[in-house]
């Protein structure tokens, strides 16, 4: 299996343009998992989906924040509009229910000047 | 609620010598343990858990950890350090009833030097 698969891979842009980042979980895993990474807060959980439904998104900063998993292979994470603060490293994680153990994508560095 | 604590930032050893990297606890019911280590430029990725079962548990990379419950720890733990292990460890914590929803702690930085 080729892991989780996260894209861009880095994204540069200015404050006040969208941004949209996008995951393919593990096939057959059921749950999906954004989280953010930055020095200062560490690790946040930020929204997670059981068999496509979101089911905890209180970790989502703010209204700028949407994420969406239309189907089992695919979930976006979008920003709109992006701040500075808003530049962290952006991983998706994948499991299968009964597994527990989350498997997490390479991240995506995003960079907003 | 469920929470993990790291106690330590940094954790320095040499190689060749054993190693630990604390974690404790806090849950409502059973918890589910796990190890995840993450390299420079890289995402996290799973060492070990305990579910159930036998209180030491063996991981990847020769690490292992133990479950102790009065003391609601699961420090990691490996013989003889290498090198190549230096990287930010992650302790992550969720009970039977949390959904998949795993809790991390803060990271331990671990710096093994020659």
């Known amino acids: 299996d080729a892991g989780v698969i996260q894209s861009p891979r880095h994204e540069v842009t200015e404050m006040g343009q969208e941004v949209t980042l996008r995951c393919k979980p593990i096939s057959g895993h059921n749950s999906l998992f954004w989280y953010r990474q930055t020095m200062m807060r560490g690790l946040e959980l930020l929204i997670y989906f059981n068999n496509n439904v979101p089911i905890d998104d209180s970790g989502m900063p703010e209204d700028r924040f949407s994420a969406k998993m239309p189907n089992a292979s695919f979930s976006t994470l979008k920003i709109q509009p992006s701040e500075p603060r808003d530049s962290a490293v952006y991983f998706c994680a994948s499991s299968f229910l009964a597994g527990n153990e989350q498997y997490f994508g390479p991240g995506t560095r995003l960079t907003v000047t | 609620a469920q929470s993990v604590a790291q106690p330590e930032d940094q954790v320095n050893v040499a190689e060749g010598n054993p190693l630990t990297v604390k974690c404790t606890y806090s849950?409502?019911?059973?918890?589910?343990l796990f190890w995840y280590v993450q390299y420079p430029n890289r995402g996290l990725q799973f060492l070990l858990k305990y579910i159930t079962g036998d209180n030491l548990v063996k991981g990847s990379y020769g690490f292992e950890a133990e479950f102790n419950k009065s003391q609601t720890s699961f420090h990691l733990k490996k013989p003889s350090a290498l090198v190549s292990d230096s990287a930010l460890y992650f302790c992550?914590?969720?009970?039977?009833?949390?959904?998949?929803?795993?809790?991390f702690g803060g990271g331990t930085r671990l710096m093994v030097k020659p």
């Open positions: 992550a914590v969720r009970t039977e009833n949390a959904g998949n929803m795993l809790t």
């Open positions: 849950v409502s019911g059973n918890p589910y």
